[in-house]
Each structure stands twice: as structure tokens, then as C-alpha cells.
């Protein structure tokens, strides 16, 4: 018998992993949470809004996921320049602007009637948000009644963006108070009180990303919260703020995920008891843009985890942020190109496919590498899919490590099972990502190529193992 050199053997121990058999309950568990249809959703920035519809790769993006999930992604338009823009009833065009360059954001601007015929022809629910910062309520109210006359797609309202950030001399901090918490629940509570006269009770409360979104709730009481429809936090796990620097495999571990959305399960526990949804309302890798790891595939394989940890702990819909065109390092899409990380929403959105509330549950404990998760039916209360993600990180230098996962009890007994691999040369790699060993997206994002199934051999106990590289992503058609 030829035996394997020790040196060769500890160097094949180094590489592969394998993970103890993990059993796969047949019905939803009880820790199992039903999946929004719209939980992979798309906020962008107000400004923008013009330009992204004016974008192919836009309607077909958005149109891909559609078709993967059975319902359209809902729509944010909003972010920082939302509390910048004014509205002009006798403008002309959608948005009128001055930058010195096109990769800016505008100080200030103006906006008109027809951008919100564009916001209209939006499939899906779309939330609009409106200027409360500059204190300019008969202009903001203008627009929300013109929003609610032209779009039959309107979800809500937001009134203002991330008010924690409001500087001191912003015309909304009443004279001689200080800017807290406290102060903008109560700004909040007696806009929509205003509001909800010409429009009705339909607000999105908080977008905070440093306050406790659950907050407002406890400060406008059972009286303000008749006003409202969602409430939404903000959220990014890293920042590119002011030189700060950000770390692709941190982002990515899965681990780390696990731990990071831990945070949402209060506020989103106690939004629900409210009668209201909670959703991450603006939220990607890394605020001011993402730096160097917002446009790679590790960033496509965070969003898979990250999006399915953000709904295990309650979220209901996640909105990932589309900034300023040709200057958006975690966008999804641009002018002529698909970036990586919105292969890692395909992928998910295929993973839960078409059928309505379906139930999702995670297998491993959470503190390995290796993500492993299964999804039901609504319906029949049966097994429809598998999903793991390696999350180990490979640089794309030296060998590349390999991990296997055993299962057991799956529903077919001696017998196969397919799988689709999502992969790419490396976390870092911001091209060449694959869906199924050759399906990609045009620079239109039109789908192209056509994907290749695994073949997985299923033992007459049900048990079966399947292999994914560091930094590698499958689905199990069970």
C-alpha cells in the first residue's frame, strides 16, 4: 500500500476541514422565522434617483431579483441628500443641482413634481424620504401630498435622515434646546401629526444609525405610534469614514455576522409588539462608500450571511444602499457594469425562491466558519433547500483550503441531490464571480451563460457531504 509522506499528509490536514455531521430537521424548527418576500431590498440615495432610472442595468437588476423571489425588492429612496433637497412644485425637471464634479453629492437641491412620476413606475413598495433638517415643513408637506397623488407604489413616509447627525445650527433644533434623542422624538411625534392630516398614518419612525431605533417608540408613546408603519435602523458593521480602515475578512466571517446582528432582535422584538415592521432601512459593508472591500466578492458573500442573520433576529427587510453614480464602491450595479456584491443577492434571493413565507433556520451554532442553513415550505412544512457559506478568508495567494460539511437525514435516501456554486479566484477578487460554473450578468445585467448543477450522492441513510473552497457559497436543491 503506498503511504502518503507525513510532511504531505499534515499539508492535506492544513487544507481541508470537515465539519461534524450536521442533522437536518425535516419540518421548520421552532427557532425557524418566515422570510418577507421583499427581504433583499435596495435604498438610494435622493439625489440619484434621476440618473438610476435613466441606467439599464437598473430595471434589469431589480427585475432579476424580482423574478428570483416572486415579488419585487421594495425601494428607499432617501440617505443624506434627503435632508439637503427642497421641493419646487413649478420645477420642471426631476432634480435640479451644481457639483463641481460628477462623482459629488450635492450641498443643496431642488426638486420637482415629475421625480415623482419616476419614483412611480418603481415596482414593489417605495418609501420616500423628505427634508425635516432644513425646517422647511410646508415645502417637505407639498411634496408628500404630491408623492401620495402621483405614486400608487407609496409604502411611507420618512421625515429627515439620520437626525442623531444633525449639526447644532440645523434650522430643526428649536432655540435655546439641545439636540437629543428626546428632542427629535418629539420633532418626529408633531410632524406626522401634521403630516397625517393630508397624507394618513403612513411613516417610517427613527432612521437612526447610531440611536436606539426602539427608542422612539417608548418616547412618542401608543398615541404617536398610531402614525406609523415601519420603523428603521440604519446599520453598517465598518466604516471608510475619515480615513478609517476596514478589514474584508472581518466583514465577512461568519461568526463575526452572527454576533454583529445579534443587536437587532430587541428593537426588532419590541417593533413587532407595536403592530409595526422593522427594517434595516439603509444599511451595506461600510459607510463613505466601503473603501477597499465594499466592491468584492467577500462583500457578496457577506450579504448572502448577513442578510439571512439580519432575518433570523427579526428584520424584515433589509435595504442595501445604491450612492452616488460612478462613485459607489459597494453599489450593485453602475452606468456599464454588474459588481460583485450583487451576485451575492442573486444568489440568496435564488436560495429562497419564488414560494411566499417561507421559513428559514440555522443549523451550526454560530461560531465557526462554516454557515449552514435550511429553508421550508410554508405550505407542506417540508425541506426545500440547503445554503452554506464558507467563510473562511482566501486572499487568493498560496493553496486554497477546502472545507467539507456532512449531512444527515436528508429526504432523499440512496439517491441524488443537486447543488449550485457560487464562486470566484478570491474574497478579493472584484470580477469573474460565477453562479453555477458559468451564469454572470451582462454589463446591462441581462443574465447570461447557463448554469450548471451539482451532482450529490445521498447514502440509503440520507446522509450525503458536500466541498466548498474558503471563501465559497452552495445551494442544496433538497
Known amino acids: 500500500m503506498k503511504r502518503t509522506p507525513l ?22 424548527p421552532s427557532g425557524a422565522v418566515t422570510v418577507d418576500q421583499s427581504l433583499l431590498s435596495v435604498s438610494i440615495e435622493f439625489f440619484t434617483l434621476p440618473g438610476y432610472t435613466q441606467i439599464q442595468a437598473t430595471s434589469n437588476c431589480l427585475e432579476n431579483l424580482a423574478e428570483l423571489r416572486g415579488a419585487p425588492p421594495a425601494i428607499r429612496i432617501g440617505g443624506t441628500t434627503q435632508d439637503r433637497a427642497t421641493y419646487n412644485p413649478n420645477l420642471a425637471s426631476a432634480v435640479n443641482y451644481t457639483v ?56 411611507a413616509f420618512e421625515l429627515g435622515n439620520e437626525p442623531e447627525f444633525y449639526a447644532s445650527n440645523s434650522a430643526i433644533i428649536p432655540k435655546g434646546q439641545s439636540w437629543n434623542q428626546d428632542t427629535d422624538a418629539a420633532s418626529q411625534k408633531s410632524w406626522f401629526t401634521t403630516f397625517s392630516s393630508s397624507v394618513g398614518d403612513m411613516f417610517q419612525g427613527a432612521v437612526y444609525l447610531s440611536w436606539s431605533a426602539g427608542g422612539l417608540l417608548s418616547r412618542i408613546g401608543t398615541d404617536g405610534e398610531r402614525f406609523l408603519k415601519s420603523i428603521s435602523r440604519h446599520s453598517y458593521p465598518q466604516s471608510a469614514c475619515g480615513g478609517a480602515s476596514t478589514n474584508l475578512p472581518n466583514l465577512m466571517s461568519h461568526s463575526g455576522i452572527v454576533s454583529y446582528t445579534k443587536q437587532y432582535k430587541s428593537e426588532a422584538a419590541s417593533t413587532h409588539a407595536a403592530g409595526l415592521r422593522y427594517f434595516l432601512g439603509e444599511t451595506n459593508s461600510a459607510t463613505c462608500g466601503g473603501g477597499g472591500i465594499s466592491p468584492t466578492f467577500g462583500a457578496a458573500l457577506w450579504i448572502v450571511d448577513y442578510s439571512l442573520q439580519a432575518a433570523l433576529n427579526g428584520v424584515d427587510r433589509l435595504y442595501f444602499h445604491q450612492g452616488t453614480i460612478g462613485n459607489c464602491a459597494y453599489c450593485f450595479w453602475g452606468t456599464s457594469s454588474v459588481f460583485a456584491p450583487y451576485f451575492g443577492a442573486a444568489f440568496v434571493s435564488e436560495f429562497f425562491g419564488t414560494e411566499p413565507n417561507t421559513r428559514l433556520a440555522m443549523l451550526d451554532d454560530g461560531t465557526s466558519a462554516l454557515a449552514t442553513y435550511a ?104
Open 7 to 28: 510532511l504531505a499528509f499534515l499539508f492535506l490536514l492544513q487544507l481541508k476541514d470537515i465539519a461534524a455531521g450536521i442533522t437536518v430537521p425535516q419540518t421548520p
Open 100 to 155: 463641481a464634479t460628477p462623482a459629488d453629492a450635492p450641498a443643496s437641491l431642488t426638486y420637482g413634481p415629475s421625480f415623482f412620476t419616476l419614483a412611480g413606475q418603481l415596482k414593489g413598495d417605495v418609501t420616500v424620504g423628505l427634508n425635516r433638517q432644513l425646517n422647511n415643513q410646508a415645502a417637505s408637506l407639498a411634496a408628500a401630498v404630491q408623492a401620495k397623488k402621483t405614486m400608487g407604489n407609496l409604502f
Open 375 to 478: 429553508l421550508y415550505s410554508s405550505s407542506s412544512n417540508t425541506l426545500l433547500r440547503l445554503l452554506i457559506v464558507n467563510s473562511n478568508y482566501f486572499s487568493g495567494s498560496g493553496a486554497r483550503p477546502v472545507s467539507t460539511v456532512a449531512f444527515t437525514q436528508s429526504v432523499v435516501r440512496n439517491g441524488n441531490v443537486t447543488a449550485k456554486r457560487m464562486t470566484a479566484a478570491s474574497a478579493t477578487a472584484v470580477s469573474g464571480v460565477t453562479i453555477g460554473g458559468a451564469a454572470a450578468f451582462t454589463s446591462t445585467c441581462a443574465r447570461t451563460g447557463t448554469p450548471a448543477l451539482e451532482s450529490v450522492r445521498v447514502d440509503g441513510n440520507g446522509a450525503f457531504s458536500v466541498s466548498l473552497l474558503a471563501s465559497e457559497a452552495l445551494i442544496v436543491f433538497e
